[in-house]
């Protein structure tokens, strides 16, 4: 069965730092999803990593993937409060999508100004 | 292009009850999969359609179902409705289910 581990599960930080989203995953899998989600909102998608070594960046947030050690990561830089959200990890559990994908519990990030 | 749309927003039904939700994709995709987001289990897989069929269901009771029709929109069913039913339910659609998932509003269900 496949397991999405997420941390940390909560995170305060303050505007202009960085930090960094961990997302592990039990089996091997080649494409990795990262979600956003607003409070009382849906899931916005913000990257999909498709290969080892994939990285992708779009304004503060820039993701990672390794598939070796079965671990993606999303960095954020320099943080703004707009970035105060939930970000979840998610795994395509068949590698064809039909089995749907399994997702971390989330992190729930606020950033203070 | 217009985005996954879910009908009803909210709703609110009581135990033993049944519910009926629908979800139109995106224009073109043909693939449908249903999410149930509680504050306990978080976000699970309930099932996936594509040109009209049932491709796969996560580990859900029978008391949940669902429907593809041929303009590749959805319908998922809950039967008998239990307390815990309550949760928001999410449907997603992909060109093909391979391909980055596309996200609705939800359906938030309160079960009394």
């Known amino acids: 069965e496949l397991k999405v581990e997420q941390n940390p599960l909560f995170l305060s930080m303050q505007e202009g730092k960085n930090y960094t989203i961990y997302c592990n995953y039990s089996?091997?899998?080649?494409?990795l999803y990262w979600y956003r989600q607003d409070p009382g909102k849906s899931l916005e998608s913000l990257f999909v990593?498709?290969?080892?070594?994939a990285v992708k960046q779009e304004g503060r947030l820039m993701a990672s993937l390794d598939t070796k050690a079965r671990l993606s990561t999303l960095h954020i830089t320099a943080a703004v409060h707009d970035l105060s959200a939930t970000y979840f990890c998610?795994?395509?559990?068949?590698?064809?999508?039909?089995?749907?994908?399994?997702f971390g519990k989330g992190t729930h990030l606020i950033i203070q100004p | 292009k217009a985005g996954v749309t879910q009908t009803p927003r909210y709703l609110i039904k009581t135990r033993g009850q049944q519910v009926t939700l629908s979800c139109s994709p995106i224009?073109?995709?043909?693939?449908v999969s249903w999410y149930q987001q509680t504050p306990g289990q978080g976000l699970q897989f309930l099932f996936e359609?594509?040109?009209?069929?049932?491709?796969n269901k996560g580990n859900f009771p029978g008391r949940f179902s669902g429907r593809q029709f041929s303009n590749s929109r959805s319908e998922m069913n809950v039967s008998t409705l239990e307390l815990g039913d309550s949760a928001l339910y999410l449907c997603?659609?992909?060109?093909?289910?391979?391909?980055?998932?596309?996200f609705g509003p939800g359906t938030r269900l309160l079960v009394l």
């Open positions: 990593l498709l290969s080892n070594g």
């Open positions: 224009s073109g995709h043909r693939s």
């Open positions: 997603a659609s992909s060109l093909v289910a391979s391909e980055t998932q596309y």
């Open positions: 359609y594509f040109s009209e069929t049932q491709r």
């Open positions: 089996t091997t899998s080649d494409r």
């Open positions: 998610a795994v395509d559990n068949s590698g064809g999508g039909a089995d749907g994908l399994t």
